[in-house]
């Protein structure tokens, strides 16, 4: 079954360095999306790549998707306080009546002032 | 508005209890979905509901019960709930079905006793 599982687990750094955490997924995708959710409560879309796209930037947000070695990474530049969150990526396919958006497991990211 | 609202935030509710959980965007998205998350774990897809009809049930047991009185409200009925059904109920819903970019609302956090 797809499933995208997030490394690290866990990222503690300092405010102004980036951070970078990696999905990896088992089957083929339609898009991949990346979520971040604060503490317990609802997730906040931040990213979606197409199955046909390699790289997309948002903001501070850079995301790469290989398709050949079914990975995706997120890039998040100059972290603030703030970006302290869970952030998943979840693989998304389509195909006949079958759809499904899976989660990862997810990084938990702390950024400390 | 770009919001999915829920409520309540907050539920407790004993074994032969009988709830519902309710979810409403107004963002004329055609298709909405129920997910559990337990702690520290990925949101996990129950239901998909797309032009108010019932797209996907992934074998979610029959104690949760969902409707879909129009485009805009979901509800989740709930019935005979056990221990382990406690977690974080997140609404959320899309343009269309999918692979589009889910809007989540901030969830609804069941207890079960």
């Known amino acids: 079954s797809q499933q995208g599982e997030e490394d690290p687990q866990a990222l503690s750094i300092q405010e102004g360095e980036n951070a970078t955490m990696n999905c990896s997924y088992k089957t083929s995708i339609n898009n991949l999306q990346w979520y971040r959710q604060n503490s317990g409560r609802g997730l906040v879309h931040l990213i979606l790549i197409r199955s046909n796209e390699r790289e997309k930037h948002s903001g501070r947000l850079r995301v790469t998707l290989d398709t050949s070695k079914k990975s995706s990474s997120l890039l998040i530049t100059a972290s603030r306080a703030a970006d302290t969150a869970s952030y998943f990526c979840a693989t998304a396919r389509y195909g006949g009546s079958n759809y499904k958006l899976t989660f990862g497991k997810g990084t938990l990211l702390t950024v400390n002032p | ?113």
């Not at chain 2, 509800?75 to 589009?100: F, K, M, R, W």
Request: aromatic letters at 8%; charged letters at 20%.
């Open chain 2, 1 to 113: 508005d770009t919001e999915v609202t829920q409520t309540p935030k907050h539920l407790v509710m004993g074994m032969t209890n009988k709830k519902s959980l309710k979810c409403e965007q107004h963002m004329g998205h055609r298709a909405m979905y129920w997910y559990k998350q337990k702690a520290k774990k990925p949101p996990e897809l129950m239901f998909v509901y797309s032009y108010e009809k019932l797209s996907i049930n992934e074998s979610v047991p029959s104690r949760f019960s969902p409707e879909c009185p129009n485009s805009s409200l979901l509800n989740l009925h709930l019935h005979a709930l056990q221990p382990e059904d406690s977690a974080l109920y997140l609404c959320a819903s899309s343009q269309g079905i999918v692979t589009d970019t889910q809007y989540f609302g901030p969830g609804t956090r069941l207890t079960v006793l």
